[in-house]
């Protein structure tokens, strides 16, 4: 059930990018400007760690790789 809702459809490359860039944003909230703008930080950082992106999901889009059926012959 919870793959229907959010399915896996980030490379692992992109998983990366945004859990460092959500991790790098959050850190704006206690250091630098000090600002809650940062807050907006945990958009990528939930996605990331999930491996879902919602957009992607509605778009019809993933950068994941195609995984390859095997025949059983």
């Given at each position: 059930m919870f793959e229907k809702l959010?399915?896996?459809n980030e490379h692992i490359a992109e998983r990366v990018i945004r859990i460092v860039l959500?991790?790098?944003l959050l850190s704006?909230?206690?250091f630098g400007p000090q600002t809650y703008w940062g807050l907006i930080g945990l958009v990528p950082l939930v996605t990331g760690l999930v491996g879902s992106c919602?957009?992607?999901t509605l778009l019809g889009m993933s950068t994941c790789p195609l995984k390859t059926q095997t025949s059983k012959t």
């Amino acid at each position: 059930m919870f793959e229907k809702l959010l399915p896996k459809n980030e490379h692992i490359a992109e998983r990366v990018i945004r859990i460092v860039l959500g991790v790098f944003l959050l850190s704006l909230v206690f250091f630098g400007p000090q600002t809650y703008w940062g807050l907006i930080g945990l958009v990528p950082l939930v996605t990331g760690l999930v491996g879902s992106c919602p957009l992607y999901t509605l778009l019809g889009m993933s950068t994941c790789p195609l995984k390859t059926q095997t025949s059983k012959t």
